[in-house]
């Protein structure tokens, strides 16, 4: 845990957010999609608030998607019920869940990309220094 948990507050914004995590499991059921799959690693939820955004997110859960894994986000202290994101390799974030708990078109299209499209960037090669 990488904050000071203050209760009530946290106790809310922790159980909205696997609450969601757990809205992406069930979402994810019909569609079936090969390569896609929400990756848990270790036995207890290990819930992170990050440095610079103060979004709380799953350090040990993972959207898998073609072999990428992406860091699912939650605002801290947000009062909207499906408030979720995750950030892609050029910066840009996704929203998971509409207004109804469903998953958004723009998920949808990103999870359905190609494997080649949700690599990360490679760095360039570094020259020898002389």
């Not at 509409?98 to 949808?108: N, Q, R, V």
Request: charged share 25%.
């Amino acid at each position: 845990m990488s904050y000071k948990r203050v209760i009530p507050r946290d106790l809310f914004n922790e159980a909205n957010l696997l609450k969601c995590y757990g809205r992406i499991y069930i979402c994810l059921e019909p569609f079936a999609i090969p390569g896609v799959m929400l990756e848990h690693v270790g036995q207890t939820f290990d819930v992170e608030q990050d440095p610079s955004s103060g979004n709380l997110y799953v350090a040990n859960i993972h959207l898998n998607v073609h072999g990428t894994r992406y860091r699912l986000e939650r605002p801290l202290n947000s009062r909207e019920s499906w408030s979720l994101f995750l950030t892609d390799a050029q910066g840009d974030e996704v929203e998971l869940f509409d207004s109804h708990g469903d998953f958004t078109e723009e998920l949808l299209d990103f999870i359905r990309k190609p494997a080649s499209e949700h690599r990360p960037p490679t760095p360039a090669p570094r020259r020898p220094r002389p």
